[in-house]
């Protein structure tokens, strides 16, 4: 469980994203989301949490005086490399620093090192509320990871399986 915790926010922590994420229906009625604008009538761009928009500026997120990410400025957090160096239940609660992972974010992948040596790969599926990492070992792509807050270069990230994921950019050392 807690394997699949870590990689889950390894993936949420990536570098801030520079791509633009779009919400389309298919002709078989499903929705998908991708990377492309969406056939004409068929969708729209939105807004997602760690994905800067086409017609902004790659800023860097800006943290609101309670540390959380606001806005579609949250989403530049997610792209680059980050350490998930803790794990705790509540976003203020006893942190497990045993296991520290790192967290890759790249365009729409994730990769995700685990400190016993162990590589996962994914795709990263983000939506109006947060993101998803196809991998079922993180989530899978029906559960989604959310930003809780942002200070400075650390982020928590609250996973779809549970738990709190304390992640800070760069390399885990």
């Avoid at 520290?100 to 162990?118: C, H, V």
């Avoid at 196809?134 to 990230?157: A, F, H, Q, T, Y």
Wanted: hydrophobic share 35%.
């Amino acid at each position: 469980m807690r394997l699949y915790l870590c990689c889950l926010f390894a993936m949420l922590l990536a570098h801030p994203l520079q791509a633009a994420v779009y919400k389309c229906t298919g002709a078989n009625g499903l929705v998908e989301f991708k990377d492309k604008p969406c056939a004409p009538g068929s969708g729209s761009e939105i807004t997602v949490q760690g994905v800067a928009r086409s017609d902004e500026a790659a800023a860097p997120a800006s943290a609101d005086s309670t540390g959380k990410a606001g806005g579609g400025g949250g989403g530049a957090a997610l792209t680059g490399t980050w350490c998930e160096y803790a794990v705790s239940m509540g976003v203020d609660g006893e942190k497990d620093e045993s296991s520290p992972a790192q967290w890759t974010f790249t365009g729409d992948s994730l990769e995700y090192r685990m400190k016993i040596g162990n590589i996962i790969k994914s795709r990263v599926i983000r939506s109006e509320t947060g993101f998803a990492i196809e991998n079922g070992m993180l989530g899978g792509p029906d559960r989604e990871w959310e930003i809780v807050s942002r200070k400075g270069d650390e982020l928590v990230l609250r996973g779809p399986i549970g738990g709190h994921f304390h992640l800070r950019r760069g390399l885990c050392r």
